[in-house]
Each structure stands twice: as C-alpha cells, then as structure tokens.
C-alpha cells in the first residue's frame, strides 16, 4: 500500500492556460519523486466523455503523461468532478486507473478516507444545483452519447465556459468553502472510521486537523497556484510545485 499519496483537483485541463496544462505535465513527471501515488480529485479535464470508440483529441498528451506513471507502476485514482465524471473502460481498462465517477471511501496512505469532488454537497449558486442534477442524469448522459462526438464536445466546450463564468464570485466561493468544511466535520464526527474527508471543487485550499490523525483535506486548484496535498499515515501538507 502507497504510505505517501499526492492529492491534486481542479486543472481543468483543456479551458486554462498552456502555461497551467504545461505545469502540470511537469508535475505529472515528477511524481515519482513526490510521492508513490496519484490522487485526483475531479476536474482534471474541463470535460471528459468517453464514446464506444472515441475519447477526447484534445487531451491526448495528459493521458499519455498518465499513461507513462502507470507504465512506472504509480498507482493512479481518479475521482469524477462535475467537468469529468463521465469515464469509462478506457479510463480503467486501457489505462489502469481506479476511475470512480462519483463520491468513493478508499484507502489514502493507510488511512481510510470519503473522497468526493464536491459538487451538489454544499452548492450556494443555484445554476451549480440545477447543473449537477441535469449532467448526472441517465437520460442526459444517453441523450449526450447519441450525438455525434464532433458536435457533443463542440456543445460542452461552450457551455463550460459560459457555466463557470456564472460560478466565479469570490463571495460565493468563500460560502461554499466554509459549508464544504462544516460538512466535512460533520460527517468525521458522525463516522469514527473515517479518518480522512477528502473534497475539491471550491478551489479554496483547506486543511482542518480535528485530532487522533483525523482531517479534513482540500488541496485547492492546480489552476490556482499549482497546488497540491501530501497525505501519509501521520502527516497531512498543502503544497504548491515549483
């Protein structure tokens, strides 16, 4: 079992930068020597949809940078967000790695932890409610996967952008990263088992440690700073890659 495991959310690879994609294929090569394995909390793509036959062009070169740590025997899971939560056998089967399209309990450096990206757990803008109900709906994804892919990603990719602009403000972040925090308290206090809560999605970087090796853990966005978490069996640190 991985005794150090690092934690990264919120590339959005594919709406950023060159610069934040460049970043982090630098930090995917270098993750052999930060830690033993690879925890990624949703939003690695800014959107991810696999056909029968057919995956994403535009992301080629991150899946072949995942490819290479798996070809290193880094283990790799990878935890839906709302921009990526629609994997499937390439994912798990081509590439080897532990894909969970929506909230997972795992085991992080030997320590037993519920794993979510966020989303429609603490929500404070209703078009993000609205959002998370219609794009987890079965008949959304097979009305979706009926299009032909040119067109199906052409339609993401716009609304995407369009989508994150309406959740941007500061102030609803802030609420949402406080709500994301109760929650994630509420729910170690209520399961003596777990000893990690583990969430994303707000961009806001959080690590409240409540005792007896027991936290709470965002590790904020990669877009944001490159930021990253190390989690091992008694230590818990926000980090950013230089």
């Keep these: 079992m991985p005794s150090r495991v690092l934690v990264v959310a919120d590339a959005h690879l594919g709406q950023v930068p060159p610069a934040i994609e460049s970043a982090f294929h630098s930090f995917l090569e270098a993750v052999p020597d930060l830690g033993e394995a690879l925890l990624i909390n949703g939003d690695l793509f800014d959107f991810w949809f696999e056909y029968g036959a057919v995956i994403p062009r535009r992301h080629f070169g991150t899946v072949a940078k995942l ?7 880094i283990a790799i899971t990878l935890i839906g967000g709302n921009h990526d939560r629609w994997g ?3 994912l798990s089967k081509d590439l080897g790695i532990g894909f969970h ?3 997972a309990e795992i085991d992080v450096a030997g320590r037993r932890a519920f794993v979510a990206h966020g989303d429609g757990l603490t929500e404070q803008h209703w078009s993000a409610q609205l959002m998370h109900r219609v794009t987890r709906h079965p008949v959304t994804v097979r009305l979706f996967r009926a299009l032909h892919p040119d067109l199906g990603f052409w339609i993401a990719h716009r609304l ?3 989508l994150a602009d309406s959740t941007r403000d500061p102030a609803v972040l802030d609420r949402a990263a406080r709500a994301q925090a109760q929650y994630a308290e509420d729910l170690l206090r209520r399961r003596p088992d777990l ?3 583990i969430l994303a999605h ?6 409240v440690e409540l005792g007896n090796g027991r936290a709470y853990l965002n590790p904020g966005a990669f877009l ?3 930021r990253y978490a190390v989690v091992t069996a008694n230590n818990v640190e926000l980090k ?3």
């Design 67 to 73: 490819q290479a740590l798996r070809a290193k025997g």
């Design 88 to 90: 499937g056998d390439f």
């Design 101 to 103: 399209g929506g909230a």
């Design 160 to 162: 995407s952008g369009t």
């Design 195 to 197: 000893g990690l809560v």
């Design 202 to 207: 707000t961009h806001r970087p959080a690590l």
């Design 224 to 226: 944001d700073g490159y």
């Design 240 to 242: 950013a890659f230089h």
